[in-house]
C-alpha cells in the first residue's frame, strides 16, 4: 500500500511539473488587465468565423481564462499559420503575447507549443466583447510617435502595438562572413558572432542605437538585419551590405498606429 501511494505522488509530482500555466505571473484581482484576440493570416475555421475578435477585462472572466489556459501535451510545431493573435494587456500596452491554430490545434507562446483543445478558446463564446479597431498612417515619424504616445492616457485604450519605428526609423542588411571555417557559422556560433559584431559597430559608431538581429545565412556566412537610424545607414561601411538593392538600402519603416479600444 505504501509502495502504491508513493507511486501516485511521483505522478502527480510529475504532472504538476510538467505543465504550463498561460498567466499564473499575474493577479487579476488588483485589475486593469485585458485580453484581447486579434486576427492572424491562416485558413478558415469555423470558431473563428463565429467568435470574431474579442476582448475581456472583467476579473471572473480573465481567471477562468488563467484556470483554463493550462497545457501539458507538447505541440507538434505544425506550420501551419495562426488564426489568432492573443495579447495580455494594461494601460494599453502588450504585457505578453500568444499565439493559436485552431485547426493544427497549437497554441505558442514564450513558454513553448502545446496541443490547444478548441473548447478552451469556444467555452468563452458570449461571455466577451467585441473590440473597435482603428489604424492611422503617418508620412511623419515624430507625428506618429506622438500620437501613439498620446493614445496611451486614454482609458478606453485596449492595446496599441508598439512597432520598432517607436525606437528607429528604419533598417538595413548585411552579410557576415564568419573566420572559423570549421564549424557551422549559422547554427553554432550565431550568438556570440551577433555579440562580436554588436561591439564592433558600437565601438565605431558610438553615437549611433541599433538592434542586430539573424535573418539566416549559410555554413559560412549570418544574413544581419540592422534596426536602426539613417544617420548610421548612411556611414556604415565595415561589412559587405551586397550587390543586391535588397541589402543596399535603407528602408524606413511604415508609419502604421493600429489601436484597439472598448466601444
Known sequence: MKTILLYILACLTFVSYGQTQMFKDYNFEQGGYSILGTFSRSDRNSLQDSLGEFYTDEIAILNQFKAEWTFSIPGKKFACGYHYRVFLCKNGSILKEIRINLNCNEIVS??????????????????????????????????????????????????????????????FYFEYECEDSSTDCLFENTKRTLKTLDSIIRRTYPNETFELQEMGGSLMTIRVQVQCNKSLSDKFKLFNRGSEQYFEKFTPYRLKVKSYWRK
Open 110 to 171: 514564450d513558454e513553448g507549443y502545446f496541443y490547444f483543445d478548441n473548447d478552451k478558446l469556444s467555452m468563452f463564446y458570449g461571455k466577451m466583447n467585441k473590440p473597435s479597431k482603428v489604424t492611422k498612417q503617418f508620412k511623419d515619424i515624430l507625428k506618429a510617435r506622438a500620437y501613439r504616445d498620446s493614445i496611451l492616457n486614454i482609458k478606453r485604450l485596449i492595446m496599441t502595438p508598439s512597432p520598432s519605428w517607436t525606437t528607429y526609423e528604419g533598417e
